[in-house]
């Protein structure tokens, strides 16, 4: 089954738990305010490979679709 990549205005959402998926690895440097407002400084990509989806939380194949990311009018 082939799964469609997310883009900007889309992402992964396991349809058997609810939860959202990422498509990559990355280390980000965060930088936290006097107030604890966290603002990511620098991010890296560490890789972006997708071999395979499963849901993180409850071990689901093919149960991942794509949904609109908050903020987008796609």
């Known amino acids: 089954m082939t799964v ?19 498509s990559s690895k990355v ?4 930088h ?3 107030a604890g407002e966290p603002t990511v400084e620098e991010r890296q990509v560490v890789s972006e490979t997708i071999e395979s989806v ?3 939380w409850c071990n689901a194949v093919d149960q991942v679709e ?6 987008t009018d796609s």
């Open 4 to 22: 469609p990549q997310p883009t900007a205005t889309t992402r992964w959402r396991c349809t058997l738990c609810g939860n959202l998926t990422r």
């Open 32 to 34: 936290l305010d006097l």
């Open 54 to 56: 499963r849901c993180r």
């Open 27 to 30: 280390v980000e440097y965060v």
């Open 66 to 71: 794509l949904v609109d990311r908050p903020g």
